[in-house]
C-alpha cells in the first residue's frame, strides 16, 4: 500500500517536471518566431556629428544699380525729339552725347532772355548814376536793381536749358533704357534714357523684420539665380547694410549685398536668391535624408539604430538646414546611428541591415527567374 503511495507521487512529481519542461519550450519557440516575425529593412546608415553649422536666414531679392552708378535722364522743359545717338544696350563714356532736342526753342529763348539782361543792366546803371545825383528817388534805383537779379535769373536757367538740350551720359556704362521717339514730343520730367554702370550691380534682398535684426554687415550670402533654391550659382557677396526702416508696399527690411566677382555677369532687374550666413557654432548634424516627418504638421522624427541593428523611432526638433545638411536641436547626440536611405520603409523596431538575409535573397531571386 505505501510502495503503491510512493509510485503514484513519484509518477505525479514527473508529469509536473514535463509539463513545466514543455511549457518552457513552447515559450522559448514563441519568443524566437516572434524575433523571426520582426521585418528586415536594407537601408544606410550614418552616425550623427557634432561639427560647425551656420544658421542661414533665406531672401528673394532683385539685381539692382550701386548709388551713384545709375542715371535717368530727360528734357529740361517740353520740347521735340531732334536726334538720337544711341540704342538700348550700347555702351557710353560719360560726356557722350545721347538724344537731341528741337534748338530753335532753346536758342530763342536763351537770346531773348541775354537780351533782357542786357537792358535791364543799363536801366540799372543809368538809374543808380540819377539817383546819386539827386534827380531820380532812391526807390527807383532799388526797383531797378530787383529787375536785374531777375533778368539775370532768367538768362542763367535759358543758358542751363540750352545745355541741357543735348543729353550727355553723365557716367560711363550702358544704355539700360532707351524711349525717346524721333519727332516725338518730350515732357520735362518724363524720363527718356536710362544709363547704368555694370561693373557697379549690388543685390537687394527683403527679408522680414524678425530675421533682418540678426543679420549684420559684412555677412557672408550665397547667390543663385531665380527665386528658390537650387538655380544657377552666382557667386558670394557680403552684406553692406541692412535697412533701418520697412518698405511700405512689402512690409520687409532691405538687405543690400555687394558681388565683388560674380561668376557671370548680373542683369539689372534679375530676381536673385540669396542665402545670409547668420550665425556658426557646433550642433549635431545629420543628412537630411534621414529626416521622417512626424505625425503632425511640422515635427519631424528620426530612426535610430542600436547596437543590435534595432531601429527606433524618436522625435526631433531641427534647428537649420542646408541643400544637404540639417542641425538638431533637441532629440539625438553625436554618435548615434540614424537611418538615412531607406528611412521612409522603416518601421518602430525593425531590424536594419545594409544586405537582404541570405533566404529573402534567394526567395528575390527564384522570384525574378519566374517567366
Known amino acids: 500500500m505505501t510502495s503503491t503511495m510512493r509510485s503514484r ?8 517536471v514535463a509539463a513545466f519542461i514543455a511549457t518552457g519550450c513552447a515559450k522559448d519557440k514563441e519568443n524566437e518566431t516572434a524575433a523571426q516575425a520582426k521585418p528586415v529593412v536594407v537601408a544606410n546608415t550614418v552616425t550623427a556629428s557634432v561639427e560647425p553649422f551656420t544658421r542661414t536666414a533665406k531672401a528673394i531679392g532683385v539685381v539692382v544699380a550701386r548709388p551713384g552708378h545709375f542715371a535717368a535722364l530727360s528734357a529740361p522743359s517740353p520740347t521735340r525729339v531732334a536726334k538720337i545717338f544711341v540704342a538700348g544696350g550700347q555702351r557710353v563714356g560719360a560726356g557722350m552725347p545721347l538724344v537731341e532736342f528741337d534748338q530753335a526753342t532753346f536758342s530763342a529763348t536763351a537770346s531773348a532772355t541775354e537780351a533782357a539782361y542786357s537792358a535791364a543792366q543799363k536801366n540799372y546803371e543809368r538809374a543808380q548814376r540819377l539817383a546819386n545825383e539827386g534827380i531820380l528817388p532812391r526807390k527807383d534805383a532799388e526797383t531797378a536793381l530787383a529787375e536785374l537779379g531777375k533778368t539775370r ?30 519727332g516725338a514730343p518730350a515732357d520735362a520730367g518724363q524720363v527718356l534714357v536710362e544709363i547704368a554702370d555694370p561693373s557697379a550691380f549690388d543685390v537687394l534682398l527683403s527679408l522680414a523684420a524678425t530675421d533682418a535684426g540678426a543679420v549684420l554687415p559684412g555677412a557672408k550670402v550665397r547667390l543663385s539665380a ?10 558670394e557677396g557680403r552684406v553692406s547694410s541692412v535697412g533701418a526702416a520697412l518698405d511700405t508696399v512689402s512690409r520687409a527690411v532691405g538687405i543690400r549685398v555687394t558681388v565683388g566677382s560674380p561668376k557671370r555677369a548680373l542683369r539689372l532687374g534679375e530676381n536673385v536668391f540669396g542665402d545670409i550666413a547668420i550665425s556658426t557654432k557646433n550642433s549635431v548634424v545629420i543628412p537630411v535624408e534621414a529626416l521622417v516627418p512626424g ?11 542600436d547596437a543590435k541593428g534595432t531601429a527606433t523611432s524618436r ?20 554618435g548615434e546611428k540614424v537611418v538615412t ?3 521612409f520603409g522603416v518601421q518602430d523596431s525593425s531590424k536594419v541591415t545594409k544586405e537582404l538575409p541570405v533566404k529573402d535573397s534567394a526567395a528575390a531571386g527564384a522570384k525574378s527567374k519566374e517567366p
Do not use: C, H
Open 9 to 16: 507521487q513519484s509518477a505525479r512529481r514527473l508529469g509536473l
Open 341 to 343: 536611405q531607406g528611412a
Open 226 to 235: 531665380g527665386e528658390k533654391t537650387g538655380g544657377e550659382a552666382l557667386g
Open 315 to 334: 522625435d526631433v526638433k531641427i534647428g537649420g538646414r542646408d541643400e544637404s545638411r540639417v542641425e538638431i536641436v533637441d532629440g539625438l547626440k553625436g
Open 153 to 182: 535769373a532768367d538768362a542763367v536757367a535759358a543758358q542751363r536749358a540750352q545745355q541741357l538740350s543735348i543729353l550727355r551720359s553723365p557716367i560711363n556704362g550702358v544704355v539700360t533704357g532707351m524711349r525717346a521717339v524721333l
Open 295 to 305: 505625425e503632425e504638421v511640422g515635427t519631424y522624427k528620426v530612426f535610430v539604430v
